[in-house]
């Protein structure tokens, strides 16, 4: 059975940092494309940031560039998210991504696994 179990996410202020972790389990991701979604309440489901299989190809949404950082570690089958000068629009559920295929996806029908969400709350 495929799991992706996300952590970090949590309450941190405005301006402030979170690290987000994704360890997926039951099947290999290091040749898959993965990434990272949102969703706030009453919005539409957003893609954050995206990594190619080998780590060398990255997507990230306009308004999160050059504040978060998407990282991939194949030998552990993780991926992260490092998210700073973190701002009011950043709160949403978070969630952890795993296609079966090898490129950089930027639609979620291209992502075959999901994780659970992780809560990410910034207080003014």
């Known amino acids: 059975q495929v799991q992706l179990v996300e952590s970090g996410g949590g309450l941190v202020q405005t301006g402030g940092s979170l690290r987000l972790s994704c360890a997926a389990s039951?099947?290999?991701?290091?040749?898959?494309?993965m990434g990272w979604f949102r969703q706030a309440p009453g919005k539409e489901r957003e893609l954050v940031a995206a990594i190619n299989w080998s780590g060398g190809t990255t997507y990230y949404l306009d308004s999160v560039k050059g504040r978060f950082t998407i990282s991939r570690d194949n030998a552990k089958n993780t991926q992260t998210l490092q998210m700073n000068s973190l701002k009011p629009e950043d709160p949403a559920v978070y969630y952890c991504?795993?296609?079966?295929?090898?490129?950089?996806?930027?639609?979620?029908?291209?992502?075959?696994?999901w994780g659970q969400g992780t809560q990410v709350t910034v207080s003014s």
């Open positions: 991504t795993a296609s079966t295929r090898r490129g950089l996806y930027l639609h979620g029908l291209s992502y075959d696994y």
């Open positions: 039951g099947r290999t991701f290091s040749n898959y494309a």
